[in-house]
């Protein structure tokens, strides 16, 4: 009785293997990624494109990092807008849907640039020749903390005060300058 026991149960967990376990392997699923625009401003609103295959038939499940410390996506073409400056390394990982599940991934580039500003005004308009130091505000909009002041092709130690707003401090000159016009007149 015990050696019939045995047998059965012998038999049923071989039917059951011969049904469920597959001698074939498990390959890895390929993917590359594109995406449109590959650079521009804050803001910048970019989709994504996948093209993933899996050599065994397997369903695939995504998974996008956009580098950016945003929520992920799990789409397989997904749009993301980057809202910060920089460059990002966007990787998109697709998986197979077996019990012993394998990945591949791929990488591509996205370069955000910092809008370029926009000055409305600059006080004071204008100087007189031999006057002391003074400070230059201009104002505006999309200024950042690496935004700079040139004056006279020379780069001035600015300060950052807000998004639309930047100084930097002007050393006396021997001629009258309209600075709103960038002109150097005679007095």
Not at 78 to 85: E, K, M, N, S
């Amino acid at each position: 009785m015990v050696k019939h026991t045995i047998r059965i149960i012998f038999i049923a967990i071989s039917l059951l293997c011969f049904l469920f376990c597959s001698d074939e392997p498990n390959n890895p699923p390929t993917i590359s990624i594109t995406a449109t625009p590959e650079s521009g401003e804050v803001q910048l609103v970019v989709q994504f494109y996948s093209n993933a295959t899996d050599p065994d038939g397997d369903s695939l499940t995504y998974l996008w990092d956009f580098g950016d410390d945003s929520t992920d996506s799990t789409e397989s073409n997904p749009v993301h807008t980057f809202t910060d400056a920089g460059l990002f390394t966007v990787t998109c990982t697709v998986t197979d849907n077996r019990d012993s599940p394998l990945s591949s991934s791929d990488t591509i580039e996205i370069t955000v640039q910092n809008k370029l500003p926009e000055l409305t005004r600059i006080k004071p308009a204008w100087k007189v020749t031999h006057m002391p130091t003074f400070t230059l505000t201009v104002t505006g909009k999309n200024f950042t903390p690496s935004s700079i002041v040139m004056f006279k092709n020379q780069q001035k130690e600015t300060t950052f005060i807000s998004e639309t707003s930047v100084s930097c401090q002007i050393e006396p000159d021997d001629t009258l300058i309209d600075i709103a016009a960038g002109a150097e007149n005679e007095p």
